[in-house]
């Protein structure tokens, strides 16, 4: 009998094992919000902005991963998203029912176009399920003109103009010895 009764309760504690799982890292109840939903820079700027995420269950939450996504919203613009933002990946604690949890994302401008930018809130288990998304943040980046690039427009300016005055001198000693 106590054979027959431990070989029940092992697949029982097993199977309550994984439901808790499965439960645990469930995003169904879980928002994601931004502070903002445009910002407009120039290019090699830093921006700053936050989401906030939601636990709206009654259970805490666990096993959740927060990851920033940046994509061009024009054709053609390659965008490699480790440029943006070397910290695009965190691992959230635990989110008490009701809780919620508030992340800074430090981004750069790294293309000038129009970009959008969003988080997602993904199961640490891979669960084939779909992300839990925050509003897309449109991101205008101004291409940056500059008239002294790298301190070059001193160099671009004076040596014309030193060799405009070293002529000059030249053809003057040569009237001279004339």
Do not use: C
């Not at 407009?40 to 939601?54: A, E, N, P």
């Amino acid at each position: 009998m106590r054979r027959h009764l431990a070989g029940a309760v092992v697949p029982l504690l097993a199977a309550l094992v994984v439901t808790t799982a499965g439960r645990a890292a469930d995003t169904s109840g879980v928002s994601v919000k931004v502070d903002r939903t445009d910002v407009s820079t120039q290019l090699g700027r830093t921006f700053v902005f936050r989401s906030t995420i939601v636990n709206h269950g009654a259970r805490t939450a666990t096993g959740l991963i927060a990851h920033l996504n940046v994509l061009s919203l024009r054709e053609g613009t390659y965008v490699d998203p480790e440029d943006w933002s070397s910290r695009r990946t965190r691992y959230l604690r635990p989110l008490p029912g009701g809780g919620s949890t508030t992340i800074t994302w430090r981004m750069e401008a790294v293309n000038a176009g129009s970009f959008g930018v969003y988080v997602a809130v993904l199961p640490r288990t891979g669960a084939p399920r779909p992300p839990t998304t925050g509003p897309a943040i449109r991101v205008g980046v101004a291409s940056r003109t500059t008239l002294n690039s790298g301190g070059i427009l001193p160099l671009v300016l004076g040596i014309p103009a030193a060799l405009g005055l070293a002529t000059l001198a030249l053809r003057l000693h040569r009237r001279r010895l004339e």
